[in-house]
């Protein structure tokens, strides 16, 4: 059996990536809502939402960053100096929460104060600099000779400001949506707010991002058939195939604005999660197989095939069990939690 | 390529390396004593162990966060900063780090959060399931680290291709390399002894107050039974640790001379070695001043025939030789403490032996001013084999000058001063609510009410079991409380 090792390693890291997005991003999603919560007893209830699961949910970016630099050495050392200062940001950001768990219940009176701000100053910083590693990405890395040739702020565009606002609504979007499934009562109707309204920034956001994308990137607008050199001139037979995805987009924030409306709560997440998945396949369309976007591709990034087939062995064994007691993670901690389940005296 | 950019990225990965490793240390030891302490309390049920395994649960949910964070930071920094070192090695190592992700840290986040928080929703069976397997987690993680750690120390079974970078010829020679069976035995001891003497210094201190304060304890108060079994595991490790340190050494002699010649002070090539107690070695001046020495007895200390010759630094031209100070006394600092704990092993052991530990203040107070020894010696030993390894990042195939990331002098600067501020604030925070919680002691920490009335939630003492919750061990059939 001839495996394309390669092909497999790219899309185990693109599925990893996006495993990541979704779960961290409800619980960053968490700390973007935190200023918007009404009593410290409400901020408690939300952090218990997410304190079992943040950990593992961060594991996916460890993940992320490893498999990459294991499976694509090259487009690792190129991406990371490249994007040098947005990841320093996100590290300090994802510190600062990280910590903020365990040391904001530790913590009296005005440590308490301060962790609290820490945790949601920690996740904005995070999801912004995500943003911008983002934005920076599919904007395009300079490179010469296998090594990254850029300046130090490539990465900072109106471009990558307005990915990383995206990003930014689509993380509460979906903690909100989150909220609404763990929570009861008055908690239940903020978040329900706070969810209809991520949506409504989310739709007039990722609408902008999608048309800044096309605009600034003619080989993206041209996959989408779309040639805005001059004038403008679309190639339906482009395009058509590709509809399906901002059609999922557009049907999750359906879900989204119906459902909640309709009392449901958990539909919301699902819709949250089309939505991402939608915004994830559009950009994918538009820089693959680039794995550093218009310089290397991931065939030409990739490790030997030893590498790759060594630690495809054991991804072929622990994945599974990975998502199986993760899965049973989730299921231990399923259901609502509320104010009084929360103190056990 | 910068040269500033290389000096401040060695300062910042030093930095932040040495942040990290501080907290490893101590929870891989921490988290197999919390599997003990649940078993023992399952299987016992006696109510100590859980008031044990209730307050240490505290300290280890503290220390672990702040490891977790500080290590997403090293992942993310060889790509940030030793983005060369990636590029030409990553296909040998990579597929170690990848299996260190695949196979220990979902393990330790998941049943962490089952740990920390599932008191109440899973049984006590799964709960302690799920203790073991986060301290199974850490262990494993610490051998793929140290497995890709030691393959930079004696590297084999790759090659280099035509483009520079490198390949794995067998992946087997690469894990198991020369250097990580003893690396690997000598970090884990070294972890055990760490959380060993936090956990004795801790007991001691608490046992020393109850003194002062006049608080008669008869038979086994918590704090007693930990004591024990600290200095009964210091008593064992900490002999042995000398006897793998010594094996270590003899793998370093063999494949890193550099690095023995640095950590002993030798200058000159010859046989018959001294052995040098203190001394400062200058680079400058290529010799030691000041130097202290037993001569004739170097070759013995390494297990070498006496007319056998050791290569001193004289051998190296003096760009490759490592920086002699800080192995140097980096070496002689772990070695010491060391045989400290040793002394505190035996000390401890006889006095067990003759039931009169818990009347020895002399020995108390010994034992808490050892709490933070394993820390130290820690920092010290990876000193000495990190600066000794230089200046290659591989040893004998790759300079660290030209591992580093074609980053600019000021952006390193930027970054490692936030990492500095980042970790100042976080350590200071992190030390004062460990400080705190060890000052609430065990006991105080399960009965008094917090501070704030009100338990938080989230806490892991919040969704601890309390005595009345059906179908907990401590509420055994027939058990009349
Ligand atoms: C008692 C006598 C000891 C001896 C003879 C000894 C010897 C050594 C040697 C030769 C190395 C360098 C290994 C290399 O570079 O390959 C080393 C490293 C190290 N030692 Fe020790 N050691 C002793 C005690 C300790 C103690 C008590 C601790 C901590 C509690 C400790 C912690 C470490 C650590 C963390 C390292 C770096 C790990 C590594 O090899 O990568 N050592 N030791």
Redesign the interface.
């Known amino acids: 059996m001839n495996l394309d090792l390669q092909l497999i390693w790219a899309g185990l890291i693109a599925v990893s990536v996006l495993l990541y997005v979704t779960l961290d991003g409800f619980d960053l999603g968490i700390g973007i809502l935190f200023p918007f919560a009404k009593s410290p007893g409400e901020r408690d209830v939300m952090m218990n939402t997410i304190a079992p699961v943040w950990d593992g949910n961060e594991t996916w970016l460890v993940l992320g960053g490893g498999g990459l630099l294991a499976a694509f050495p090259l487009a690792y050392s190129v991406l990371m100096p490249a994007l040098y200062l947005p990841i320093l940001l996100m590290l300090a950001g994802l510190i600062l929460r990280g910590v903020a768990f365990e040391f904001r219940f530790r913590a009296r009176n005005r440590g308490r104060k301060f962790w609290t701000q820490m945790f949601s100053g920690g996740s904005i910083l995070t999801a912004v600099a995500q943003g911008l590693v983002l934005g920076g990405f599919i904007q395009g890395v300079t490179v010469r000779d296998d090594r990254f040739a850029g300046g130090q702020f490539d990465w900072l565009t109106p471009y990558t400001l307005l990915v990383a606002a995206g990003l930014v609504a689509g993380y509460a979007l979906l903690g909100g949506a989150w909220l609404m499934m763990k929570t009861k009562d008055n908690l239940h109707g903020d978040a329900k707010r706070w969810t209809r309204i991520s949506a409504l920034i989310v739709t007039g956001l990722l609408a902008a991002v999608s048309v800044a994308t096309l605009l600034i990137h003619p080989r993206v607008a041209a996959r989408w058939g779309f040639d805005l050199h001059d004038g403008f001139a679309l190639e339906l037979a482009k395009l058509l195939p590709l509809l399906p995805i901002p059609l999922l987009g557009l049907i999750g924030l359906g879900i989204v604005f119906v459902m909640s409306r309709k009392g449901s709560h958990r539909w919301p997440f699902v819709g949250a999660i089309l939505v991402f998945l939608s915004g994830y396949l559009g950009l994918a369309v538009g820089f693959a197989p680039y794995i550093v976007p218009y310089a290397l591709n991931f065939r030409q990034a990739a490790a030997p095939d030893n590498a790759l087939g060594l630690m495809l062995v054991g991804t072929a064994a622990i994945l599974p069990l990975i998502l199986a007691y993760t899965a049973w993670v989730y299921w231990v901690f399923r259901g609502k939690i509320d104010e009084e389940a929360g103190y056990h005296h | 390529m910068d040269l500033d950019a290389l000096l401040l990225s060695r300062l910042q990965f030093a930095f932040t390396i040495a942040f990290h490793i501080l907290f490893p240390a101590f929870t891989i030891g921490l988290a197999a004593y919390l599997a003990v302490l649940e078993g023992l309390w399952l299987w016992t049920k006696r109510e100590a162990f859980k008031v044990l395994y209730l307050f240490w649960v505290k300290i280890f949910?503290?220390s672990f966060?702040?490891g977790?964070?500080?290590?997403?930071?090293l992942?993310?920094q060889?790509?940030?900063n030793w983005?060369?070192f990636?590029?030409l090695?990553?296909?040998?190592i990579?597929?170690l780090?990848?299996?260190?992700?695949?196979?220990a840290?979902?393990?330790e986040?998941?049943?962490?959060?089952?740990m920390?928080?599932?008191w109440?929703?899973?049984g006590p069976k799964l709960h302690f399931a799920s203790t073991v397997l986060v301290a199974v987690g850490t262990t494993i993680s610490a051998f793929w680290i140290l497995s890709a750690n030691s393959w930079m120390q004696t590297p084999q079974g790759f090659q280099i291709m035509a483009d520079g970078r490198f390949?794995?010829t067998d992946?087997m020679q690469v894990i198991f390399n020369p250097s990580f069976p003893t690396r690997l035995a000598h970090m884990l001891l070294a972890a055990f002894l760490t959380t060993g003497l936090v956990v004795g210094g801790v007991s001691a201190w608490r046992l020393l107050k109850d003194r002062a304060a006049g608080v008669k304890t008869e038979g086994w108060s918590e704090s007693r039974i930990s004591l024990v079994m600290a200095v009964g595991l210091i008593a064992v490790l900490a002999p042995l640790q000398l006897v793998v340190g010594h094996a270590s050494g003899e793998v370093a002699h063999k494949y890193q001379p550099s690095k023995t010649a640095a950590i002993e002070g030798y200058w000159e090539t010859r046989a018959d070695q001294p052995l040098h107690l203190f001394g400062i070695p200058d680079r400058n001046a290529q010799k030691n001043h000041f130097e202290v020495s037993i001569p004739g007895v170097g070759n013995l200390i390494q297990g070498v025939p006496k007319d056998e010759v050791i290569k001193g630094l004289d051998s190296w031209a003096r760009e490759d030789q490592p920086p002699p100070f800080i192995p140097f006394f980096g070496f002689r600092i772990m070695v010491g403490l060391g045989l400290l704990m040793i002394g505190l092993g035996a000390w401890g052991a006889v006095l067990i032996w003759r039931k009169k530990i818990f009347d020895s203040p002399l020995f108390l107070r010994f034992a808490v001013l050892m709490g933070p020894a394993g820390f130290i010696a820690v920092l010290a030993g990876w000193m000495v084999t990190e600066v000794g390894r230089q200046p290659w990042v591989v040893y004998g195939v790759l300079k660290t000058r030209d591992a580093v990331?074609?980053?600019?002098a000021?952006?390193v600067a930027?970054?490692l001063i936030?990492?500095v501020l980042?970790?100042s604030v976080?350590f200071t925070?992190?030390a004062i609510?460990i400080l705190?919680?060890m000052a609430e002691g065990p006991v105080a920490a399960v009965t008094a009410p917090s501070?704030?009335g009100?338990?938080?939630?989230?806490?892991p003492l919040?969704?601890?079991p309390?005595d009345t919750t059906p179908g907990r061990p401590d509420r055994v059939p027939g058990d009349p409380k």
């Open positions: 949910a503290l966060g702040m977790v964070v500080s290590g997403v930071v992942s993310y060889f790509g940030t983005s060369e990636i590029r090695t990553g296909g040998v990579g597929p780090l990848a299996y260190e992700v695949l196979t840290f979902f393990l986040a998941s049943f962490l959060g089952v920390l928080f599932g109440k929703k899973v390949e794995a992946y990331s074609p980053v600019i000021s952006q930027t970054s936030a990492y980042v970790y976080v925070a992190g609510f705190r919680l501070p704030r009100q338990r938080s939630p989230g806490t919040a969704k601890a309390e």
